[in-house]
């Protein structure tokens, strides 16, 4: 399927992605009614998942955007009081910008869980002990976005670890919420809205007076010490309000 379409859109390596991933991902749940009909005679996947419609799902969900926007927002808020990034004044375009990062965030906070802690982690449930679930869904989920040259690996390493203690996270907060989605949408739609707001709304000015190893490499907050030390806060949080050992 992704092949003809990058045949007929290479002019627009933007419009490109996005058409062929999402017709890619129209495949991938249309093929989760067929695995599931026909594997488990399990005709309501969705509610598997932790895709349900209830009250406590919602409020979940909106609890892990502001954590997400909050943790975004306060990451940079420490790196101004240190003097290595400026906040530049909004112009009328933020507004603008506020509703599509929203969209965007979610869009790709949805089609990430519902993948990753949706049937991914599913998947290993029915196989392996709880331990192994955790590190093995953590593991694809931050190699799977670390797929570049060679160059490109070693030059960004920081955010490998950074992604797999992500992944650790979400999966900690799903299990810590009743195996529930809405948590893990939100938190990481909030992680995903904060940095667009900020970045595609030329928020930050970086004053390069510490390494980008510490505030983050190609100004990817997550790419660096500070990005680091963060989720491991985070994670410190997570799992101790989801009281898991």
Same mark, same amino acid.
């Given at each position: 399927?992704?092949?003809?379409? /990058?045949?007929?859109?290479?002019?627009?390596?933007?419009?490109?992605?996005?058409?062929?991933?999402?017709?890619?991902?129209?495949?991938?749940?249309?093929?989760?009614?067929?695995?599931?009909?026909?594997? /488990?005679?399990?005709?309501?996947?969705?509610?598997? /998942?932790?895709?349900?419609?209830?009250?406590?799902?919602?409020?979940?969900?909106?609890?892990?955007?502001?954590l997400g926007l909050g943790f975004t927002l306060s990451l940079f808020i420490v790196e101004s009081i240190l003097g290595w990034v400026?906040?530049?004044?909004?112009?009328?375009?933020?507004?603008?910008?506020?509703?599509?990062?929203?969209?965007?965030?979610?869009?790709?906070a949805f089609a990430e869980e519902l993948l990753f802690r949706g049937w991914l982690l599913e998947e290993l449930n029915r196989n /392996?002990?709880?331990?192994?679930?955790?590190?093995?869904?953590?593991?694809?989920?931050?190699?799977?976005?670390?797929?570049?040259?060679?160059?490109?690996?070693?030059?960004?390493?920081?955010?490998?670890?950074?992604?797999?203690?992500?992944?650790?996270?979400?999966?900690?907060?799903?299990?810590?919420?009743?195996?529930r989605l809405g948590i893990c949408i939100g938190l990481h739609g909030g992680l995903v809205w904060g940095f667009y707001i900020l970045?595609?709304?030329?928020?930050?000015?970086?004053?390069?007076?510490?390494?980008?190893? &510490?505030?983050?490499?190609?100004?990817?907050?997550?790419?660096?010490?500070?990005?680091?030390?963060?989720?491991?806060?985070?994670?410190?949080? &997570?799992?101790?309000?989801?009281?898991?050992?």
């Open positions: 399927m992704a092949i003809p379409i /990058y045949l007929a859109l290479r002019s627009d390596p933007n419009l490109t992605t996005i058409v062929s991933m999402g017709l890619l991902y129209l495949e991938f749940i249309g093929l989760l009614f067929i695995w599931n009909r026909n594997i /488990y005679r399990n005709f309501y996947w969705w509610k598997q /998942y932790g895709l349900v419609l209830s009250k406590k799902n919602r409020l979940e969900f909106f609890k892990g955007l502001s400026n906040f530049s004044i909004p112009s009328l375009r933020i507004i603008k910008v506020i509703f599509e990062g929203l969209l965007s965030a979610l869009g790709i /392996y002990i709880s331990s192994t679930v955790l590190w093995v869904d953590s593991l694809l989920f931050a190699g799977l976005h670390f797929v570049k040259p060679l160059t490109e690996v070693v030059r960004t390493f920081p955010q490998f670890p950074a992604l797999l203690l992500l992944g650790l996270i979400l999966v900690w907060a799903k299990r810590g919420h009743g195996n970045n595609v709304g030329q928020l930050l000015d970086y004053t390069d007076k510490i390494s980008p190893w &510490i505030t983050g490499i190609d100004n990817n907050p997550i790419a660096g010490v500070m990005g680091l030390l963060f989720l491991g806060i985070l994670s410190l949080w &997570i799992r101790r309000k989801a009281k898991i050992n």
